[in-house]
């Protein structure tokens, strides 16, 4: 999540948003953004009815145009008129980005870039100076291109063997090498990948992410 003048964007809806919100004492939430929609990365997307009630309003999501279809049908309650009144949804505009497309969202510039997820092509977004990746298995040469002077990136490692559709350690700090930012943080990491140790072995601008991580950008 990234905070600006008040104004909080979220990058993806994980199964414990509600339990990381009120330990984190997440007030307020502007817009979300979804790289994909695998369970992991959706399934906290019911928790946004408590912002949209405590903001009166509905909040923007941005995806790509695979996603809004996807999402539209496995939560399609979110997006068909409601039969009963009571039990509120979650109320959520979606707004569909092209690969590539650059907006400004609530003050932020948000620019959607594609990555490979194993055999899918999902987004991971730069805001501003700062770029999320998660789930990725490959980076195409022209999303590099579009990562140059960072300050913080966030990369997908999951553990050390290969994956399918994750990055490995050793992948994920050669791709963080190539992208350059001058500070990386890995995420979706494994069990298996031991905290200190590992961040022990890696270099000081390349160290693994943690819940409640903070920096500046
Ligand atoms: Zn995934
Ligand atoms: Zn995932």
Redesign the pocket.
Known sequence: MLEQDGQNLLIDTSIDLRQQALKYNIQNIAVVLLT?T?A??IFGLDEIRRYNLVQQKRIPVFLSAESDQELRKVMYYLYETPRQKGGGVSMLDNNILQPYQQSTVCGYTVTALPIH?GQLE?FGYRVNNFAYLT?CSGIPEKTVEKLSGLEVLVLDALRDTPHP?HFSLDEAVAAAERIGAKQTYFTHIAHNLEHEAVNARLPESMQLAHDGLTFLV
């Open positions: 994909h695998h992991d990365h997820h999902i789930d559709t």
